[in-house]
């Protein structure tokens, strides 16, 4: 059973920094790729940043480039967003997600895993 828990959201006012966090726990050897979205009140989801196990290429949303930082730790199977100059249009509730974990005994799902969200708000 694997299951993704994020943190770190939370009020900030426009100009300033957050750092999200996203675990995930079970029988983990690797994850293929790690994924960061969000989705607006009254808005689709979209992607934000995204990155492969080996960290090479990561991908961003042009509205964030320059301002978020996403990063990996594979040895904690962990996913996180550095957020700097955050705006209101950041507001959003925040997702990760996982896709291609491989399993301790040895098995692989190709399929994702989603977090439950956490929630950031820029407002002064």
């Known amino acids: 059973q694997v299951q993704l828990v994020e943190s770190g959201g939370g009020l900030v006012q426009p100009g300033g920094s957050l750092r999200l966090s996203c675990a995930a726990s079970?029988?983990?050897?690797?994850?293929?790729?790690m994924d960061w979205y969000r989705q607006a009140p009254g808005k689709q989801r979209e992607l934000v940043a995204g990155?492969?196990?080996?960290?090479?290429?990561?991908n961003y949303v042009d509205s964030v480039k320059g301002r978020f930082t996403i990063s990996r730790d594979n040895a904690k199977n962990t996913v996180y967003l550095q957020m700097n100059s955050l705006k209101p249009e950041d507001t959003a509730v925040y997702y990760c997600?996982?896709?291609?974990?491989?399993?301790?005994?040895?098995?692989?799902?190709?399929?994702?895993?989603w977090g439950q969200g956490t929630q950031v708000t820029v407002s002064s």
């Open positions: 997600k996982a896709t291609g974990i491989l399993t301790n005994p040895g098995t692989y799902y190709g399929n994702s895993y």
């Open positions: 079970g029988s983990i050897r690797s994850i293929r790729a």
């Open positions: 990155l492969t196990r080996d960290g090479a290429s990561p």
